[in-house]
């Protein structure tokens, strides 16, 4: 995979979550020009450890920073009780009651990330 690729995808990641290059950096424990360097291309190939912290930061893992999905983990996860039972009542939920629940899920994550 070419490394400008890995940048753009980090940075579409940082900025799907409101983040500054800075504040990735700080949550991945890297230096901000390492995020910089990244991203922008400059850096020709990250190391494993750097795209850990990154990926973990982030809340990914290195396979899904990397773009690797698995039709295996797909299939895994259509298969729990849980998911299905969730996606069963939820398509038959109105609207209003959908948008609730995605603000709900929403305020979850942001506090688990406090």
């Not at 753009?8 to 890297?30: P, T």
């Not at 893992?61 to 259509?78: A, H, P, W, Y």
């Not at 039972?85 to 609730?100: G, I, Q, T, V, Y």
């Amino acid at each position: 995979m070419k490394e400008t690729i890995i940048g753009e995808k980090i940075k579409a990641y940082r900025e799907k979550k409101g983040w500054s290059q800075y504040k990735l950096a700080k949550e991945a424990n890297v230096q901000p020009s390492t995020i910089s360097q990244i991203e922008s291309g400059a850096r020709q190939k990250p190391s494993i450890d750097v795209l850990q912290k990154v990926a973990e930061a982030l809340s990914l893992t290195v396979s899904q920073l990397l773009g690797q999905t698995s039709e295996d983990d797909l299939q895994d996860l259509l298969q729990n009780k849980d998911v299905k039972m969730f996606f069963r009542n939820f398509k038959d939920l109105s609207e209003e009651d959908k948008a609730f629940i995605k603000k709900q899920i929403a305020l979850l994550k942001s506090q688990k990330r406090a």
